[in-house]
């Protein structure tokens, strides 16, 4: 069981095998987008990525273990600095753009109001549309903001209820559950879509403390209350959240090459511009209706891709050459 669980650490949570299931994530969002925005007729091969949702699951679960790792590096100071350095250049940016390329009919005093929504997180409690285009906005980033600047204070009591029975730990993750059930059947988009992942988000950070202090069977007896959470929420998206753990898991334990390797590491390195810059096609080429066949969009939506990701991330570089992706 140590030598799997030291498999698991290694192939999932190691930082080059961590990109690599990013970028995995994030083409798996991008198709997700397609799915769900395309109004023409969809190829049959579309649908297998109708779960795509599952790619932010990946993201906030990964991202939770890494974070933990951080903040006991580092402090809280540093931890706080190597995150705003993250995220908020390149996010400028994206909003710099955003507003004055597809979003410009709008006062700028009203501009300017939603840019601060957006990086306070404030935003996540707004509808979620805006302005004469009703463009359906960037929830995400106000997401993992909020999740950044408490992430102390989550580290902090779920590293004390892990110290104690594991009783206090089950209950914890119980009532987890019935927040994100209650969020998925009660509470309006954009906030949904971020409290009803707390489960995975903070189940990675039980992850890291638990690996850390080699408790297996406690991390264990934790996926499998998250799994029959999930098979007896009767809410779909809640059931392929709880099982991300596990399948990554057996995904560990499964010897052999992985495809791709290399190039989908690399999409995994800069995940967080590629995710920024297929916003601007997806939400705003579809709404146009240039193209009725979905592969003209899909080729758009890549040649915009990496021209604005390959910039975003030029532009992240130079604002910050000694950044790695931590």
Known sequence: MTNHIEEFRNRVFEKNNRFYLMGIAILWIVLLHFYCWFQGKLPWWIYYFCDGQTGVDIFLFLSAYGLEASYRRNGWSIFYKNRAKRILPVYFLFLILLFGLFINDAPIDEILKQCTAQITGISLFQKPEFFSTHFEFDWFTPAIIIYYVLFPAISYVLKFIVKKDIKLEIILFIILIIISLYALRNIQLPIKLSLYRLPIFILGVATFIHIQHKQIKRLLIIYTIM??????????????????????????????QRPFYKAISLIGRHSYEVYLAHIFPVTNFFMLYIFDNIYYYITATIIWTIVVATFFSIFQRFINPARNHK
């Open 227 to 256: 799994i029959i959470g999930g098979l007896l929420s009767n809410q779909h998206w809640f059931l392929t959240s709880s099982i991300v753990p596990s399948l990554l898991l057996v995904y560990s334990m499964i010897e052999g």
